[in-house]
């Protein structure tokens, strides 16, 4: 808790938080002109409370356009925070995208962060190529107590230029600091050396980054749905491109956790489907590689090569790290930051966001006390928030931010009414993905919308004869005219859709939308 508004004497916490927000001179400082950035500073904008954003890139959302090209697992309706609304609709020109769709990171871009970020009451507070490297306190360092609450801030930015503020809001998010190879949690060895042949999660396969992936062998080493995303991807490039492999590495000696389905499924129909990349699997189009724990990675002549800690190796021309992400405090050291030891979140959020425990959907309201730090006046918000939990949800962190911008502008009856309308399932579907995903395409194979569907009931009509899921798969694809490789990978789509999809859900029907709960998914 921060010593302003600790626990045991909230009132006067109140009344002395209450005080200097009346005082407040210096902005607050926003790091991070993405999602949860802009949402801060639409928030301080209706409490009366000046502010400066600070984004390390060019533009908004320059992290989110990294993975323009990947679709999001939760609608447009809780993606749009509800004070940047009522800015875009204030000032007119702007029509808000239907509620309904599944945005990619390119169209949550350009629909809606550039527009909000052009808006007059914010353009002007937005300074970019601003990367925060340090923040500290004005006169005193971690250790020294005496007038420590009093002292603004001091934010370093990589120019050597110094930035005073009133309060720290980061929302600077995980994107950059994506998780190590190494299975200890440790860089492997010769890892950073090797950078240059490693990409970290998301790759753009099909786009910008083809060139690189077409008619080569790519490593995929991760279980998520960050990992399965990729999978399915460069199998839609293999199909295209001649020559081009996809080994799938995995720590786990079991890929069920990864892709579900199976044996155990209720429905025996959509068990024997199971998962799109467990079909690539079976198909032979993708290479697993279960228990591969990486220990060291070499730059070769030829490309990359991993070993694992049982002495295993696998080479190929590019490593693609799906392996999740985690929060750079390191710019926060001279703060004083009580963080839990496993998620590296604050330890009141810690038990609310357990991954083992919860999913996207299923995370309670929290605000300003679940993010408060011994530091008075810091906090971290959206995805840094949540350390290493992977379970983030945009309307999570837009809710953050309310609760804390009202509780600096001294209103802490509105910060601590923290409120989240979510249901349980349908927030972050990876069922829903996978259907866009998948309607995307079709499109690119010039394929009606209804194709997939009726590939999938094909299939299992012809499961109970065909004997395997890719016989039937190739039984259905003759049935309806369409390339095999093609319905495989529409196939393979369409098992990650049913492989995400709760309990009464057959492939082809409309599916009850699940939660995303494995690392490194698209939870928006």
């Given at each position: 808790m921060s010593q302003d508004t600790s626990a045991p004497d909230p009132c006067c916490g109140s009344a002395r938080a209450a005080e200097r927000a009346g005082e407040r001179k210096l902005p607050v400082a926003v790091i991070g002109a993405g999602p949860v950035g802009l949402a801060a500073a639409a928030h301080l904008q209706e409490q009366g409370l000046p502010f400066t954003v600070l984004e390390a890139g060019p533009t908004a959302g320059a992290a989110v356009a990294a993975w323009g090209h990947v679709r999001l697992f939760s609608p447009w309706r809780y993606n749009i925070d509800q004070a940047a609304r009522r800015l875009l609709d204030t000032a007119g020109g702007w029509t808000g995208p239907d509620p309904d769709v599944l945005p990619t990171g390119a169209e949550l871009v350009d629909a809606y962060l550039q527009p909000l970020a052009m808006l007059p009451h914010l353009s002007g507070a937005i300074r970019y190529d601003a990367r925060v490297v340090a923040i500290g306190r004005v006169g005193v360092d971690r250790v020294r107590t005496s007038g420590r609450d009093r002292a603004p801030f001091v934010l370093r930015l990589h120019t050597g230029e110094d930035i005073l503020a009133s309060a720290v809001i980061d929302a600077s998010g995980t994107w950059h600091t994506p998780n190590?190879?190494?299975?200890?949690?440790?860089?492997?060895?010769?890892?950073?050396?090797?950078?240059?042949?490693?990409?970290s999660a998301l790759p753009d396969v099909l786009g910008v980054g083809r060139d690189g992936y077409a008619g080569r062998h790519t490593l995929v080493v991760g279980a998520g749905h960050s990992a399965a995303t990729t999978l399915l991807a460069l199998a839609e490039l293999a199909g295209q491109e001649p020559g081009t492999r996809i080994t799938w590495a995995t720590r786990g000696g079991s890929i069920d956790r990864a892709v579900g389905g199976g044996d155990a499924d209720a429905l025996p129909g959509r068990g024997a489907l199971g998962s799109g990349v467990r079909l690539l699997v079976?198909?032979?189009?993708?290479?697993?590689?279960?228990?591969?724990?990486?220990?060291?990675?070499?730059?070769?002549?030829?490309?990359?090569?991993?070993?694992?800690?049982?002495?295993?190796?696998?080479?190929?021309?590019?490593?693609?790290?799906?392996?999740?992400?985690?929060?750079?405090?390191?710019?926060?050291?001279?703060?004083?930051?009580?963080?839990?030891?496993?998620?590296?979140?604050?330890?009141a959020l810690a038990p609310l966001i357990d991954p083992n425990e919860h999913s996207c959907g299923t995370v309670r309201p929290h605000g300003v006390d679940e993010l408060a730090q011994p530091e008075p006046d810091y906090y971290a918000v959206g995805m840094k928030s949540y350390g290493r939990a992977p379970t983030f949800l945009l309307a999570t962190g837009y809710e953050q931010v309310r609760s804390v911008a009202a509780a600096l502008a001294g209103d802490w009856t509105a910060a601590r009414d923290v409120r989240l309308d979510l249901p349980e399932t349908g927030v972050c579907s990876a069922t829903r993905g996978y259907r866009a995903m998948l309607d995307d395409a079709a499109a690119r194979y010039g394929l009606a919308p209804e194709i997939p569907a009726r590939l999938v009931s094909a299939g299992l009509r012809h499961l109970t004869t065909a004997g395997t899921v890719e016989a039937a798969t190739r039984a259905a694809a003759a049935e309806l005219g369409i390339d095999a490789d093609v319905a495989l990978h529409l196939a393979a789509l369409a098992g990650n859709q049913s492989a995400g999809a709760g309990p009464s859900t057959l492939p082809g029907t409309e599916p009850n939308l699940a939660t995303v709960t494995s690392g490194g998914g698209c939870c928006g």
């Open positions: 190590v190879l190494g299975a200890n949690g440790l860089p492997a060895h010769g890892e950073r050396a090797a950078a240059a042949r490693i990409a079976d198909a032979g189009r993708v290479t697993l590689v279960t228990g591969f724990a990486v220990h060291a990675v070499r730059a070769t002549p030829a490309g990359v090569e991993l070993t694992a800690t049982d002495g295993r190796t696998l080479a190929g021309d590019r490593v693609v790290s799906a392996t999740g992400f985690r929060p750079d405090h390191s710019i926060a050291d001279e703060l004083r930051l009580d963080l839990d030891p496993a998620l590296g979140c604050t330890r």
